[in-house]
């Protein structure tokens, strides 16, 4: 079992920055794909990025690119997930996962963290 917990989550206005972390623990998360989803108010919880278990490759929902940055850092477990020029259709409960695959072009995950509200003000 791979324990998740995320940090970082909070208000901002739009068009600002925020950093979000994930920390895990109980395994080494270096052989997994990492990743972040978000479910935002009245919305299914839908992909946002993932990361590769070296960090050579990265993936990005359209919806974010450009604007979304993932990364990991292996030697202290964690992944982060920078989010720059925040629109108000970010606001959302936003998830750190461990062991993320797609298959038929969805995206799914073993492991899931409970959760941190980002929530963009206008």
């Known amino acids: 079992q791979v324990q998740l917990v995320e940090s970082g989550g909070g208000l901002v206005q739009a068009g600002g920055s925020l950093g979000l972390s994930c920390a895990a623990s109980?395994?080494?998360?270096?052989?997994?794909?990492m990743g972040w989803f978000r479910r935002a108010p009245g919305k299914e919880r839908e992909f946002v990025a993932a990361?590769?278990?070296?960090?050579?490759?990265?993936y990005f929902a359209d919806s974010v690119a450009g604007r979304f940055t993932i990364s990991r850092d292996n030697a202290k477990n964690t992944v982060y997930l920078q989010i720059d020029r925040m629109k108000s259709e970010d606001t959302a409960v936003y998830y750190c996962?461990?062991?993320?695959?797609?298959?038929?072009?969805?995206?799914?995950?073993?492991?899931w963290g409970q959760g941190t509200q980002v929530t963009v003000s206008s």
């Open positions: 996962a461990a062991d993320v695959s797609i298959e038929a072009g969805t995206w799914n995950s073993r492991f």
């Open positions: 109980g395994r080494t998360i270096s052989n997994y794909i």
């Open positions: 990361i590769t278990e070296s960090g050579g490759g990265k």
